[in-house]
């Protein structure tokens, strides 16, 4: 069963758009952890965001902020005032305690035009 | 500073032709780890090492394996390559297991003709 769902494929934005990209997880446990990851052109994912599932405190940091609402099992991504730069393919991605393998979602291509 | 390296960022290879790949690290992470990459698709975990034991998926086939002779250094070997095969191969380390944050290489990426 998948863990992690990123509906949205692909998202093209003109820059300083703003961008929500979708995440809704699936996990029974009570205690698991949430990632969000991005992978430009060049290959290597780079981490953005970790968060537990007692944390549900929003974070915001720059241009990025991330809404996590154990509600409706999701963790929504915001980048604000979108540039070139943030092109990229973003993967959220689960994990459970007692699990040590990240569940990634199918990922979101991001694509922001000058 | 280049804390994942991973080489050669690019791998050519002929149908059945043994690859290995290498991925370094100066972080002296406990654990280290490879994904399977394939276009436009999330990475999948092949195996991993904790230290020095070996945890392979129960899906990762034969053809791959994998050797850590050191804490810093550890390789993929894909024995006969398939063109199923071609793809990014990610290395990614971790302090610890269980909900730790990876740090990726650039990836490997394998063409098989």
């Known amino acids: 069963a998948q863990k992690v769902t990123q509906a949205q494929t692909e998202i093209s934005v003109v820059e300083k758009e703003d961008v929500t990209l979708d995440c809704v997880y699936e996990?029974?446990?009570?205690?698991?952890?949430l990632f969000w990851y991005k992978q430009p052109p060049s290959g290597e994912l780079v981490f953005l965001i970790r968060r537990n599932s007692f944390d549900e405190q929003n974070e915001i940091s720059g241009r990025y902020s991330w809404n996590f609402q154990k509600s409706t099992s999701s963790f929504n991504f915001t980048i604000t005032a979108s540039q070139v730069v943030d092109s990229a393919v973003y993967f959220c991605?689960?994990?459970?305690?007692?699990?040590?393998?990240?569940?990634f979602g199918a990922g979101t291509t991001v694509t922001v035009r000058a | 500073d280049a804390m994942v390296i991973q080489n050669p960022r690019y791998q050519v290879t002929q149908f059945g032709k043994p690859v290995t790949l290498s991925c370094s690290q100066t972080?002296?992470?406990?654990?280290m780890y490879w994904y399977q990459q394939k276009s436009s698709q999330a990475p999948k975990l092949l195996f991993h090492?904790?230290?020095?034991?070996?945890?392979n998926e129960a899906d990762t086939p034969d053809n791959f394996q994998s050797r850590r002779p050191n804490t810093s250094f550890c390789f993929l070997d894909i024995r006969s390559p398939g063109l199923g095969d071609a793809a990014m191969y990610l290395c990614?380390?971790?302090?610890?297991?269980?909900?730790?944050?990876?740090?990726f290489g650039a990836g490997s990426r394998l063409t098989v003709l």
């Open positions: 090492y904790y230290d020095k034991d070996f945890n």
């Open positions: 991605a689960l994990s459970e305690l007692d699990d040590y393998k990240l569940s």
């Open positions: 972080l002296n992470h406990n654990v």
């Open positions: 990614a380390t971790s302090r610890e297991r269980g909900a730790n944050v990876l740090t």
């Open positions: 996990t029974r446990d009570t205690t698991y952890y």
